[in-house]
């Protein structure tokens, strides 16, 4: 009988040391968990600026593109409009001054 009680209160101390084994390898888990998400977000976090970077430079080129897509049609216009000014302004000047002498209708 006393060997059957030294045994199982010998089964009792094994059972609690894992326990605090498997307490402690859990605990150690959790910290490793914790250390790996916050390396993560930290991953995450220079990723995103990264791609921000990115995004933003190509935005930049694109707006640059457009601007210069813009004033090159503008030059054309204005050009196109000097042109016809340059064609007709004989013709327009003489309108306009038949019109104020009244010559004009």
């Given at each position: 009988m006393k060997k059957i009680i030294h045994e199982v209160i010998q089964l009792d101390q094994q059972a609690q040391e894992q326990i605090l084994k498997l307490k402690k390898e859990k605990e150690?888990?959790?910290l490793s968990f914790k250390q790996m998400?916050?390396?993560?977000t930290?991953?995450?976090r220079l990723e995103i600026l990264e791609q921000t970077k990115v995004l933003?430079?190509?935005a930049k080129i694109l707006f640059e593109e457009r601007i210069?897509?813009?004033q090159e049609k503008t030059h054309i216009k204005e050009k196109n409009?000097?042109?016809q000014y340059e064609k007709n302004k004989e013709v327009w000047i003489n309108d306009l001054m038949k019109y104020i002498l009244g010559e004009l209708n």
């Open positions: 150690e888990l959790f998400k916050q390396e993560l930290e991953k995450n933003e430079a190509d210069l897509a813009y409009i000097l042109d």
